[in-house]
């Protein structure tokens, strides 16, 4: 019987590479190590669920009242997922996709949500100047024309944003799945 010894974490190996790195500087005057140190106490203190200022969510501008913070549900992740949601449409319409559903319902069905959010998707986080953003959506958008794979593909980042979904927003989806929602 093999013995499995299991792959650190990658929080884990990135404090064990500070540590390493901190040890190779000990006597050296590099001017980052005060940084260097504040990330590896961050770190560890993710481990035992605190997040230091290091880590924590950055504030986003809002018109009603100024700043508030984010309310730490995956904001990045949904809106890569949604962006990547933006990429299927683009390239299901330069293919001219024939499925069953047009392809924005085709896309909505996928993610487990109504057509008209996610054209308010499109609207919304589809023209924003965030180059890393649009970099996801093009990525999508690039992918080779072969309709199985590509809906196939579909099929598996649509899962993805219902658990992630689930996971950002608990109160709101006790399920562990992301209901699919009907047609409209």
Request: aromatic residues 8%.
């Amino acid at each position: 019987m093999a013995i499995v010894i299991p792959k650190p974490n990658p929080r884990t190996r990135l404090r064990k590479c500070l540590e390493g790195q901190l040890k190779l500087m000990e006597k050296s005057e590099f001017s980052q190590r005060p940084l260097l140190q504040m990330a590896l106490e961050g770190l560890t203190a993710l481990d035992y669920g605190e997040s230091q200022p290091m880590f924590a969510c950055v504030k986003k501008k809002t018109s009603a009242d100024g700043f508030v913070w984010y309310d730490g549900g995956k904001p990045y992740t949904l809106r890569k997922l949604r962006m990547e949601a933006c990429g299927f449409i683009d390239l299901l319409i330069a293919h001219k996709y024939k499925g069953e559903d047009p392809p924005i319902r085709t896309v909505a069905e996928a993610y487990g949500e109504y057509a008209d959010t996610v054209r308010g998707w499109r609207k919304k986080d589809g023209k924003t100047s965030d180059a890393l953003m649009q970099s996801y959506r093009k990525h999508i958008a690039s992918m080779p024309w072969n309709e199985e794979k590509v809906l196939d593909r579909l099929t598996q980042v649509g899962g993805q944003y219902g658990i992630q979904l689930c996971l950002a927003h608990p109160e709101k989806y006790s399920d562990v799945q992301h209901k699919k929602k009907t047609k409209k």
